[in-house]
């Protein structure tokens, strides 16, 4: 995970992409306990949007650099990982606003863990929900912050189906 | 407190060490668990086994 660290941040650097976070399992790891996954999900920004293979550029820099595409992602040490432009606003939000933690002496942009609850309730399957019920277990976020950020982004019916099916006794 | 109690009260303060280690230390556990993991989910679906089997 640290090399992928240190592979997103040069590929700023260089301006391969503009921006980036870690979302999906591995970001919410830094803030429940440990779970299952196969591989590492990066929202990121590329600096030419405008080609037809929006990631193209990455999967150039990567290649030059030896590392290879696994299925629909690219092997970077131990994970998979999948690179995914932020795809609305939502996540684009959730991008821009990451944290920078620290990953052992290596700044990783992470999400923060209201944009990952919300992210979670707006695709909604099993394992999401899973996520946001861990999330708010943890105390890394609140039922109003999820509440509030899910009302920006139109989801506020979704939410109060959530609350009222698995957080009201 | 129930045997069952107990056993919950146990399961949680487990998760709750493992939720106090720091976030690479969380990944690395990942990463151990993640070949297990794989190969659970690459084994075909109990159903898939007997496809012509069916609960009468």
Same mark, same amino acid.
């Given at each position: /995970?640290?090399?992928?660290?240190?592979?997103?941040?040069?590929?700023?650097?260089?301006?391969?992409? =503009?921006? #980036?976070?870690?979302?999906?399992?591995?970001?919410? /790891?830094?803030?429940? +306990?440990? %779970?299952?996954?196969? &591989?590492? &999900? %990066?929202?990121? !920004?590329?600096?030419?949007?405008?080609?037809?293979? %929006?990631?193209?550029?990455? #999967?150039?820099?990567?290649?030059?650099?030896?590392?290879?595409?696994?299925? +629909?992602?690219?092997?970077?040490? !131990?994970?998979?990982?999948?690179?995914?432009?932020?795809?609305?606003?939502?996540?684009?939000?959730?991008?821009?606003?990451?944290?920078?933690?620290?990953?052992?002496?290596?700044?990783? =942009?992470?999400?923060?863990?209201?944009?990952?609850?919300?992210?979670?309730?707006?695709?909604?399957?099993?394992?999401?929900?899973?996520?946001?019920?861990?999330?708010?277990?943890?105390?890394?976020?609140? =039922?109003?912050?999820?509440?509030?950020?899910?009302?920006? #982004? &139109?989801?506020?019916?979704?939410?109060?189906?959530?609350?009222?099916?698995?957080?009201? &006794? | 407190?129930? *045997?069952?109690?107990?056993?919950?009260?146990?399961?949680?303060?487990?998760?709750?060490?493992?939720?106090?280690?720091?976030? $690479?230390?969380?990944?690395?556990?990942?990463?151990?668990?993640?070949?297990?993991?794989?190969?659970?989910?690459?084994?075909?679906? $109990?159903? *898939?086994?007997? $496809? *012509?089997?069916?609960? $009468?």
């Amino acid at each position: /995970m640290k090399e992928l660290a240190q592979l997103l941040n040069e590929m700023q650097r260089v301006g391969v992409i =503009r921006d #980036y976070a870690l979302f999906g399992a591995t970001a919410q /790891m830094r803030y429940t +306990e440990p %779970v299952a996954t196969l &591989d590492a &999900d %990066v929202l990121v !920004a590329v600096a030419s949007a405008d080609r037809l293979d %929006v990631l193209g550029g990455i #999967y150039e820099f990567c290649a030059a650099k030896g590392y290879r595409p696994e299925g +629909e992602a690219i092997r970077v040490g !131990a994970w998979p990982t999948q690179f995914i432009p932020a795809f609305s606003p939502l996540t684009q939000e959730a991008m821009e606003q990451a944290e920078t933690a620290d990953f052992e002496g290596v700044a990783f =942009r992470v999400v923060r863990a209201d944009h990952l609850a919300v992210i979670a309730l707006s695709v909604g399957r099993a394992k999401d929900l899973t996520r946001i019920l861990a999330l708010l277990e943890s105390g890394s976020v609140s =039922r109003d912050a999820i509440k509030s950020l899910a009302a920006r #982004y &139109d989801l506020a019916e979704v939410w109060q189906r959530f609350e009222s099916k698995f957080l009201n &006794d | 407190m129930t *045997d069952l109690e107990h056993m919950l009260e146990r399961q949680a303060q487990w998760q709750k060490s493992r939720q106090s280690l720091t976030w $690479p230390e969380k990944i690395r556990m990942a990463e151990r668990v993640r070949e297990s993991v794989r190969q659970l989910r690459a084994q075909p679906h $109990p159903t *898939d086994l007997a $496809p *012509d089997f069916r609960i $009468p």
